[in-house]
């Protein structure tokens, strides 16, 4: 500990440049988060020194998300620091939650995805597999959410404004990046070839973050570019007086990596998004064969050295990168070239949503690309060769198959790209998986039989259980003693606990004061509580329709006309309180009313006496990993609702289950293989079936039908039209309400009587005390399957064959 000390005022003296009795809370934090990496470098350069003399092989993860969450409760838990460094700020007269509560969490990603990628890598780094993970160190991240009269408002996220104590930048070994121009063609030694002359560039600065793995010694590399421009200031230009154009290259370049996905409903902000994924998947690329790779390395070997892991189709414009820099720079043979790219690519599907699967407009990808559009066509000439071979001149299926697509313009399908050249393509959820191969992707499994896989998403019990939740940790602890958390299928030994009236009642204690300290987090930070003896009733994830926010708040609504009709007493409403968090990408308008619905709802709701504290709507805005570390442990209830065959797996029930929510859901994503592990008893199942889905609407769905045919949902619908929650303005969610009665494509309206009645059981089942902790335990012990361990042995056995390096 006096070590400790020595060190956090060195740092704090000499690093910060202040006395203690002189620091502010920021130069604490900045002190202790360096004097805590210290302890982590040693073991960081002793395994990159490992790494490179053992040449094994090793993942680059390619992801243009990484929600990563703070950093320095991760690596004191990964240190073992933990309680010498809380002591030793003791000494100094200094809180340690005080300044973990001064990191800014890097917004640079929007959800899902973005976790997901943290998650892997910190699992990689604890089973010892080496990994690089490669993204972009967005300047402004994801914005942060405000609210103005109940309406989403987007505000700059300017997370680096306090300094940024976990990145290392290294602008010696920044990689140029080039764009646009033209292409030419040459002879050399009786060959022709053919190469890129660029119009402009840019220089993309590496930045990178320690990986800690859990108490094994092992740190691997985060590496986040940052773009610059090449030649920034013009010294010239601005003694002449004209100082905005003497910085206009700098500033134009540093547009590529300045907001995570930027508005792209304009040409130029999609011209961005693609500058961005060429921008880092391009410098990942040249980084690892360039400085990773030793001077010597015969690239004909690279797939035994590396696997490139697509994370979705963000950087998929990796592989007619990886074919340039072969033909174009190695001048490899074209045919071993593509035989060499083909074994280097996996890529990960994340969607079944067609407007998510991304295209490029040829007109763009030939002005921005024109290389690699040369190449994407080459690929996709040969790819249909091998088409009309197996399957003759069949017109339709060529056209269905063509990487190119002519419709509605000519286009780019970067999902077919990924899958013709990876050497696996997998979905995340079982359900996802054979959907992805039966509907999504059905000539392409056809004829590449083996090619599609499944690897059930998972995330790190590191965060989501120890660190989220010490008070359940210490419980597991307790009674299954220490080494789950890196074996989390040992929480099964719990199952006997859910009959032991002790365990139960400690059970139900640590969920009591998890609530008692999300309700301090959001008094603090919003003016708002959560009340102890309520039902903690939760949906957190991304604003989108398919997710169907909208069919809560039918529910909530439905709660709300009871009482103010006279149909139930409010004494006879199981309390609730629902907690609401999501993000509306800045032009998807119809989330953005979603959310001004939510708040409206909540703002009725909470202010009307009638209801008696019974019911509370809350909606704390800039939802972040953060936040979910303190919400996710106080759930009773896990909202997974999205319709049937939407959504890819999920991993937020993932999260709430280990955790002890419920799940109420529907029979999608990763909620199958949760329903199918804790059991029919412990789970509440609603809504259609994704056959029954396809059948209604084969059939023609009409959602007036339903509002028509049942009161309830009327009655519902009607208070929303008529203004009760827009002070008797009935054009305010006039467009919502159209949306819902004449269009509605993810049934909210055709789901919204099973849902009520599963929301009824789950009252009657809250009622039970004994029942709902008992059925919490049964969740917590039976899904240790969706650790993201697990998913990384997966990936390992199935696609990657990345042994552990010690």
């Keep these: 500990m006096d070590g400790f000390i020595r060190e956090f005022l060195r740092e704090l003296n000499f690093g910060q440049g202040v006395a203690l009795s002189f620091s502010s809370i920021n130069d604490q934090y900045l002190a202790l988060a360096r004097t805590v990496r210290h302890y982590l470098m040693a073991r960081w350069l002793g395994t990159l020194r490992r790494q490179f003399e053992t040449q094994a092989k090793g993942v680059a993860y390619l992801s243009a998300e990484y929600l990563l969450g703070r950093q320095l409760g991760n690596a004191l838990l990964a240190t073992g620091l933990t309680d010498i460094v809380e002591e030793g700020l003791a000494k100094c007269g200094i809180d340690l939650a005080t300044l973990r509560a001064q990191e800014v969490e890097p917004g640079l990603g929007n959800g899902g995805l973005g976790r997901l990628a943290a998650c892997f890598i910190d699992s990689l780094a604890t089973m010892s597999v080496p990994c690089v993970g490669y993204g972009i160190r967005y300047e402004y991240g994801i914005f942060r959410q405000t609210f103005e009269d109940g309406r989403q408002v987007e505000q700059p996220d300017n997370w680096l404004a306090l300094g940024s104590p976990w990145e290392f930048p290294h602008p010696e070994a920044a990689q140029i990046v080039n764009f646009a121009g033209h292409t030419e063609t040459y002879e050399e030694d009786g060959t022709v070839r053919s190469r890129w002359i660029p119009g402009w560039s840019v220089q993309a600065i590496p930045y990178n973050y320690m990986v800690p793995g859990y108490q094994n010694g092992r740190v691997n590399t985060l590496r986040l570019w940052s773009a610059v421009a090449t030649n920034a200031f013009d010294l010239r230009i601005f003694n002449s007086g004209d100082y905005a154009e003497a910085v206009r290259a700098q500033t134009f370049a540093e547009n590529i990596s300045k907001v995570l996905y930027p508005e792209d409903s304009t040409p130029q902000g999609k011209e961005l998004r693609l500058q961005q994924q060429y921008f880092f998947v391009s410098a990942s690329i040249h980084d690892f064969i360039d400085n990773v790779l030793p001077a010597d390395f015969d690239l004909t070997h690279l797939p035994d050295r590396v696997i490139f892991q697509l994370n979705d189709t963000h950087p998929v414009i990796g592989v007619p990168e990886l074919m340039r820099v072969l033909v174009d720079e190695k001048d490899f043979d074209w045919d071993d070239a593509w035989e060499i790219t083909k074994k280097c690519f996996a890529y990960t599907c994340h969607t079944l949503l067609p407007e998510a699967l991304e295209v490029w407009s040829v007109d763009l990808l030939g002005r921005l690309l024109p290389r690699h559009l040369e190449i994407i066509y080459r690929i996709n000439d040969e790819f249909l060769d091998e088409v009309r071979e197996r399957f003759g001149d069949d017109e339709l299926r060529i056209r269905r198959m063509s990487i190119i697509a002519e419709h509605p313009e000519r286009s780019v399908r970067m999902a077919y790209l990924a899958t013709v050249a990876g050497s696996k393509v997998n979905g995340v959820a079982e359900l996802h998986s054979q959907l992805l191969r039966d509907k999504v992707l059905p000539d392409f499994d056809e004829f590449y039989p083996g090619k599609f896989i499944n690897v059930t998403n998972g995330v790190t019990p590191r965060r989501f259980i120890r660190l989220a939740n010490p008070a359940l940790s210490e419980l597991i602890t307790d009674a299954l003693g220490v080494g789950w958390l890196t074996d989390l299928e040992r929480l099964r030994e719990l199952e006997p606990y859910a009959e032991d009236e002790e365990f139960k009642e400690r059970f139900r204690a640590v969920k009591a004061h998890n609530k008692r300290r999300l309700s301090r987090v959001l008094v603090d930070r919003d003016g708002t509580s959560v009340d102890d003896d309520h039902l903690l009733d939760v949906m957190v994830k991304r604003l989108h329709e398919y997710k169907r926010q909208t069919l809560k708040l039918l529910h909530i609504v439905t709660l709300y006309d009871r009482i103010t009709s006279g149909e139930v007493k409010p004494a006879d409403i199981v309390p609730r309180t629902f907690i609401f968090g999501a ?224």
Aim: aromatic share 10%; glycine share 8%; net charge negative.
């Design 583 to 806: 993000k509306a990408a800045p032009g998807y308008r119809m989330a953005k009313e979603i959310i001004h619905l939510i708040n409206a709802v909540g703002s009725v709701v909470n202010a009307d006496p009638a209801v008696e504290g019974r019911l509370k709507v809350l909606f704390p805005p800039n939802y972040n990993v953060t936040l979910a570390e303190k919400v996710i442990p106080a759930a009773d209830l896990s909202e997974q609702i999205s319709l049937a065959g939407k959504e890819a797996s999920g991993t937020g029930n993932m999260k709430f289950a280990l955790n002890g929510a419920l799940t109420i859901g529907t029979d999608d994503g990763a909620n199958i293989e949760i329903r199918e592990l804790v059991g029919d008893d412990n789970f509440f199942l609603f809504g259609l079936l994704e056959p029954e889905v396809e059948a209604l609407y084969a059939k023609g769905y009409v959602p007036s039908s339903f509002y028509e045919s049942d009161e309830g949902l009327h009655r519902a619908i009607d208070m929303i039209a008529r203004g009760t929650f827009s002070g008797g303005d009935r054009g305010v969610f006039d467009g919502l309400v159209s949306n819902l009665l004449y269009d509605d494509r993810f049934m909210a309206l055709a789901d919204y009587r099973a849902y009520i009645d599963a929301q009824d059981e789950v009252d009657k089942a809250y009622l039970d005390e004994d029942r709902w902790t008992r059925s919490a335990i049964l969740n917590v012990a039976r899904t240790g399957f969706f650790s993201s361990d697990r998913s990384m042995r997966n990936y390992i056995d199935r696609i990657w064959h990345t042994p552990p390096s010690f």
